[in-house]
């Protein structure tokens, strides 16, 4: 059993006054140390007597164990008393983002910026984790500082490592950059896993004293290197799980495929009406599909019919507690990792041509400027007449004739009407190339290229940016007020950026020669999307728009609104594709109890609590899908060490040079190390590096000339060395 730490008795020493104002000095200062005449000088004591009574009470706080004597004559306050008796307000509650070194940022919702956390102060925090950090007392221009004194709750207990063994024990070194300790593998706990294999180790013990977390092994992977070992090791290392278990797919396989005539009765028959869908070309889950009608005056009826997930997928079943564990499909490079089982997602949920197919639909009379005239939501069934693919829909746009031309142009024109109005009011163009691989019959990738978002691309956008925040607005509106609980509902929301951060990247751009003009959040909008404009096709492009979207605040999902901030709307929701995100799926239902007056059988608080999972589910998806694109870019360039390449300065540090190649948009290090013409230094405020003697700068967007110098696949690192070319 643990020894429990004995916490100093103060309470008598906090009686006498004189004490306890010994006392505070270092309570209010817990990182420093003093001796008697420091504490005199503070207290303004001078003469010798009550110096040396200030002398004999610092003996007096260590005997008591509430100061240590750190030094001789020198003492420190002692942290378990910080811990127990120090000030609530130091005390605040966050996430942990470690890094690569030891030391960590704590992100929290109760201090503005992020509190740092040196290595020696993480205890035995994880990546994730959510904790408790005791603040220290901030100096002046000096970023906030703290100590994590307590896990709340861990964010995981499973890693993916590769296992090293010795004769009398094993450890578990783990992937990625925030993983900064290995794992201590008791022999019995190590499956027989061989030294070199990948596997999944589980947090068992990590005292307070532990030097190393010890785990154990609960299953073995492969060798590292392996395209299936190490996409599976990216599923684990986000906690997604590799497959569905055998119960849900069996109740899934139960769902009959056939559709009753007494359903059909209650819906609105869509299936000759024009229909289809657009989706990438290797999309099996057809989450939505386009309808048009020509009506007279030229006005024009469009349905945007989304697949009725809800109508198979009911509360409190096997099925539906699996899809909100994992809340989220998720898009690995060579892989989906589906929400729903198959059966469910590529099947019958899936808007597949020439089939009928259950919807839920918003339905719009738009004018010939996109105006909405009338609108409609409810239960429906549809027949696709055809699928296009985004490639082949953009050919109809720019011209190429066909029997859906007609329709197709429509659609287009007043997707681009409704998206003038979007920007108009605000809206912000988050413009992004996509990094896409051609992989061999191995998963390795032999060729980069990147994908833009074209008409094809946007028009579908536009239509479902409709729906989404048509069905907020209608909810609205049968509301008593914004606290309404009798019809709790689910928003996607996005705050406004934080002041300084805008300012900072306002800063940062203009270093390279543009410009934000910060008034108000119109112009705010409208000076972003000309930034975007202006970069389209320069070398910083990705890089500005990258870390533009870092500036902004993230969306998330919550029942208590406060408008969308990028998209420059009041209410909005995700309706659109219950596939594949489960909030749309709560969306559905909500919806539907709300259009029969129903109540809902779940309450906000219960709702706001799925929610804050769901945004969770998002993230951790969004970073798994990230991981597998670093490592693809990483196999692609192994394959290319000691070749020279072109790309960007995408950073400046004390370290080196970030460089963003052009050719796959992978990023690498060239350490101020090796850069052995001149003696370098970090001019931290015009983000360059100059030479001491020579004077040569390196500037932050710079084209540069880098040879490719080495790849660690494990920690998605490249190294690189600046071309004599």
Same mark, same amino acid.
């Given at each position: 059993?643990?020894?429990?730490?004995?916490?100093?008795?103060?309470?008598?020493?906090?009686?006498?006054?004189?004490?306890?104002?010994?006392?505070?000095?270092?309570?209010?200062?817990?990182?420093?140390?003093?001796?008697?005449?420091?504490?005199?000088?503070?207290?303004?004591?001078?003469?010798?007597?009550?110096?040396?009574?200030?002398?004999?009470?610092?003996?007096?706080?260590?005997? +008591?164990?509430?100061?240590?004597?750190?030094?001789?004559?020198?003492?420190?306050?002692?942290?378990?008393?910080?811990?127990?008796?120090?000030?609530?307000?130091?005390?605040?509650?966050?996430?942990?983002?470690?890094?690569?070194?030891?030391?960590?940022?704590?992100?929290?919702?109760?201090?503005?910026?992020?509190?740092?956390?040196?290595?020696?102060?993480?205890?035995?925090?994880?990546?994730?984790?959510?904790?408790?950090?005791?603040?220290?007392?901030?100096?002046?221009?000096?970023?906030?500082?703290?100590?994590?004194?307590?896990?709340?709750?861990?964010?995981?207990?499973?890693?993916?490592?590769?296992?090293?063994?010795?004769?009398?024990?094993?450890?578990?070194?783990?992937?990625?950059?925030?993983?900064?300790?290995?794992?201590?593998?008791?022999?019995?706990?190590?499956?027989?896993?061989?030294?070199?294999?990948?596997?999944?180790?589980?947090?068992?013990?990590?005292?307070?004293?532990?030097?190393?977390?010890?785990?154990?092994?609960?299953?073995?992977?492969?060798?590292?290197?392996?395209?299936?070992?190490?996409?599976?090791?990216?599923?684990?290392?986000?906690?997604? #799980?590799?497959?569905?278990?055998?119960?849900?797919?069996?109740?899934?396989?139960?769902?009959?495929?056939?559709?009753?005539?007494?359903?059909?009765?209650?819906?609105?028959?869509?299936?000759?009406? &024009?229909?289809?869908?657009?989706?990438?070309?290797?999309?099996?889950?057809?989450?939505?599909?386009?309808?048009? *009608?020509?009506?007279?005056?030229?006005?024009?009826?469009?349905?945007?019919?989304?697949?009725?997930?809800?109508?198979?997928?009911?509360?409190?079943?096997?099925?539906?507690?699996?899809?909100?564990?994992?809340?989220?499909?998720?898009?690995?490079?060579?892989?989906?990792? #589906?929400?729903?089982?198959?059966?469910? /997602?590529?099947?019958?949920?899936?808007?597949?041509?020439?089939?009928?197919?259950?919807?839920?639909?918003?339905?719009? +009379?738009?004018?010939?400027?996109?105006?909405?005239?009338?609108?409609?939501?409810?239960?429906?069934?549809?027949?696709?007449?055809?699928?296009?693919?985004?490639?082949?829909? *953009?050919?109809?746009?720019?011209?190429? *004739?066909?029997?859906?031309?007609?329709?197709?142009?429509?659609?287009?024109?007043?997707?681009?009407?409704?998206?003038?109005?979007?920007?108009?009011?605000?809206?912000?163009?988050?413009?992004?190339?996509?990094?896409?691989?051609?992989?061999?019959?191995?998963?390795?990738?032999?060729?980069?290229?990147?994908?833009?978002?074209?008409?094809?691309?946007?028009?579908?956008?536009?239509?479902?940016?409709?729906?989404?925040?048509?069905?907020?607005?209608?909810?609205?509106?049968?509301?008593?007020?914004?606290?309404?609980?009798?019809?709790?509902?689910?928003?996607?929301?996005?705050?406004?950026?934080?002041?300084?951060?805008?300012?900072?990247?306002?800063?940062?751009?203009?270093?390279?020669?543009?410009?934000?003009?910060?008034?108000?959040?119109?112009?705010?909008?409208?000076?972003?999307?000309?930034?975007?404009?202006?970069?389209?096709?320069?070398?910083?492009?990705?890089?500005?728009?990258?870390?533009?979207?870092?500036?902004?605040?993230?969306?998330?999902?919550?029942?208590?609104?406060?408008?969308?901030?990028? &998209?420059?709307?009041?209410?909005?929701?995700?309706?659109?594709? #219950?596939?594949?995100?489960?909030?749309?799926?709560?969306?559905?239902?909500? &919806?539907?109890?709300?259009?029969?007056?129903?109540?809902?059988?779940?309450?906000?608080?219960?709702?706001?609590?799925?929610?804050?999972?769901?945004?969770?589910?998002?993230?951790?998806?969004?970073?798994?899908?990230?991981?597998?694109?670093?490592?693809?870019?990483?196999?692609?360039?192994?394959?290319?060490?000691?070749?020279?390449?072109?790309?960007?300065?995408?950073?400046?540090?004390?370290?080196?040079?970030?460089?963003?190649?052009?050719?796959?948009?992978?990023?690498?290090?060239?350490?101020?190390?090796?850069?052995?013409?001149?003696?370098?230094?970090?001019?931290?405020?015009?983000?360059?590096?100059?030479?001491?003697?020579?004077?040569?700068?390196?500037?932050?967007?710079?084209?540069?000339?880098?040879?490719?110098?080495?790849?660690? &696949?494990?920690?998605?690192?490249?190294?690189?060395?600046? /071309?004599?070319?």
């Amino acid at each position: 059993m643990a020894k429990k730490k004995s916490t100093p008795n103060i309470t008598k020493l906090r009686q006498n006054s004189f004490m306890a104002e010994v006392l505070r000095i270092f309570t209010t200062n817990p990182t420093e140390s003093y001796n008697f005449r420091q504490i005199s000088s503070l207290l303004g004591i001078s003469d010798k007597a009550t110096k040396d009574l200030v002398k004999s009470m610092l003996f007096e706080l260590k005997k +008591v164990k509430a100061v240590n004597e750190v030094a001789r004559g020198k003492f420190k306050l002692n942290e378990d008393l910080v811990e127990s008796y120090g000030p609530k307000s130091t005390m605040i509650t966050g996430k942990v983002d470690m890094k690569s070194t030891g030391k960590a940022y704590v992100i929290s919702k109760d201090t503005e910026d992020d509190v740092f956390i040196s290595a020696n102060n993480t205890g035995t925090a994880f990546h994730g984790d959510t904790v408790q950090v005791r603040l220290f007392p901030q100096r002046k221009n000096k970023k906030l500082e703290g100590k994590i004194i307590k896990i709340i709750k861990r964010d995981r207990t499973q890693f993916v490592g590769v296992f090293k063994k010795s004769p009398k024990f094993a450890f578990v070194i783990p992937d990625g950059e925030n993983m900064p300790v290995d794992f201590f593998i008791p022999l019995e706990d190590s499956m027989k896993a061989k030294d070199g294999e990948k596997v999944v180790v589980e947090l068992t013990e990590w005292s307070d004293k532990g030097k190393n977390p010890v785990g154990k092994v609960v299953e073995i992977l492969g060798m590292p290197g392996d395209n299936n070992v190490e996409m599976l090791s990216i599923l684990v290392n986000n906690a997604f #799980p590799v497959h569905f278990p055998k119960d849900v797919e069996k109740e899934a396989g139960k769902i009959s495929k056939k559709i009753s005539d007494s359903e059909i009765k209650k819906r609105r028959d869509f299936r000759n009406t &024009l229909t289809f869908t657009i989706d990438p070309s290797d999309a099996k889950d057809f989450d939505d599909a386009l309808s048009l *009608q020509f009506l007279p005056n030229n006005e024009y009826e469009v349905g945007i019919h989304i697949a009725d997930v809800s109508h198979y997928v009911h509360q409190n079943t096997i099925i539906n507690d699996e899809a909100y564990d994992r809340g989220t499909s998720v898009y690995l490079v060579d892989r989906t990792i #589906p929400m729903l089982p198959e059966t469910l /997602s590529n099947e019958l949920c899936s808007l597949q041509p020439n089939k009928d197919r259950l919807c839920f639909s918003a339905v719009f +009379v738009l004018d010939d400027e996109a105006k909405v005239k009338k609108e409609w939501f409810g239960k429906t069934i549809i027949h696709s007449d055809r699928r296009f693919d985004y490639e082949e829909a *953009q050919a109809i746009i720019e011209g190429k *004739q066909d029997e859906y031309s007609k329709v197709m142009l429509t659609l287009d024109r007043l997707a681009k009407k409704l998206r003038e109005e979007r920007y108009k009011k605000g809206s912000i163009d988050f413009g992004s190339e996509e990094v896409k691989f051609k992989l061999d019959e191995n998963g390795k990738p032999i060729e980069v290229f990147f994908k833009e978002s074209k008409d094809s691309n946007k028009l579908i956008e536009d239509f479902m940016l409709l729906a989404n925040r048509k069905v907020a607005e209608y909810i609205e509106r049968f509301k008593k007020g914004p606290q309404d609980d009798s019809k709790p509902f689910v928003y996607r929301i996005h705050d406004k950026p934080n002041e300084s951060k805008l300012l900072q990247f306002s800063d940062f751009i203009g270093k390279m020669g543009y410009k934000l003009n910060l008034s108000n959040q119109k112009t705010i909008s409208s000076s972003l999307n000309k930034l975007f404009t202006e970069i389209n096709g320069k070398g910083e492009q990705n890089m500005i728009e990258t870390i533009a979207v870092r500036t902004m605040a993230k969306a998330v999902y919550s029942t208590k609104n406060i408008g969308h901030y990028g &998209l420059a709307f009041d209410y909005y929701t995700h309706f659109t594709s #219950p596939i594949r995100r489960y909030p749309d799926l709560m969306v559905h239902r909500l &919806l539907y109890s709300y259009l029969n007056d129903k109540k809902f059988t779940t309450d906000r608080e219960a709702l706001e609590e799925e929610c804050i999972h769901c945004s969770e589910m998002e993230r951790r998806a969004t970073d798994a899908e990230r991981d597998s694109i670093k490592l693809k870019q990483m196999e692609f360039m192994a394959d290319h060490i000691g070749k020279t390449f072109t790309g960007i300065i995408s950073g400046v540090s004390k370290w080196g040079l970030f460089v963003e190649l052009d050719i796959c948009k992978a990023e690498g290090l060239v350490r101020i190390e090796d850069m052995k013409d001149d003696f370098y230094y970090l001019d931290e405020e015009n983000y360059q590096v100059v030479g001491h003697h020579y004077g040569k700068v390196y500037k932050l967007s710079d084209s540069i000339n880098v040879v490719v110098k080495n790849i660690d &696949l494990q920690k998605r690192q490249m190294d690189l060395a600046i /071309s004599e070319k």
